[in-house]
């Protein structure tokens, strides 16, 4: 005969976030950015340039970025930036794809590491997250 138990949920549960809170928390993604790629050795005009080019995706998207969907960037790069130059076009795309890039390696550090790494990493280890951006490529400023 099996028993029974009463089980409680262990997550969390958190409240929405308020608008002040994303803008905070979408700064810090975007300054984290920044970090890792001046950690990996990318010129800072090449940081500028990944920045404007977000900055003007995220303009025109009138949301932070982790919300924008594959139909959202085939909308911009297919109808907005339509009659762009192709330099244009390949650097939006690039500083875009990295941007995804880091925001998916932030998310596996803050999934899958046990309470110690997480500690480390949330009070300035981040060691392990930029030794990983390290292997995106780099273009001249």
């Not at 979408?26 to 950690?39: I, K, P």
């Not at 060691?127 to 390290?134: A, C, I, R, T, V």
């Amino acid at each position: 005969m099996a028993a029974l138990a009463v089980v409680r949920d262990l997550r969390e549960h958190w409240a929405p976030a308020s608008a002040e809170e994303l803008e905070r928390f979408e700064t810090d993604v975007l300054s984290g950015f920044v970090l890792a790629r001046a950690s990996a050795g990318l010129a800072d005009g090449t940081i500028r340039g990944d920045v404007g080019h977000l900055d003007q995706i995220r303009s025109w998207f009138g949301r932070p970025l982790w919300d924008m969907e594959p139909a959202d960037a085939d909308a911009y790069f297919g109808k907005v930036l339509r009659h762009s130059p192709s330099g244009t076009r390949l650097g939006r795309s690039q500083a875009l794809s990295t941007y995804f890039m880091f925001l998916e390696l932030r998310h596996k550090v803050a999934d899958h590491c046990d309470g110690e790494r997480n500690h480390e990493i949330r009070h300035g280890g981040t060691s392990w997250l930029l030794n990983q951006f390290k292997g995106t490529p780099r273009r001249a400023a």
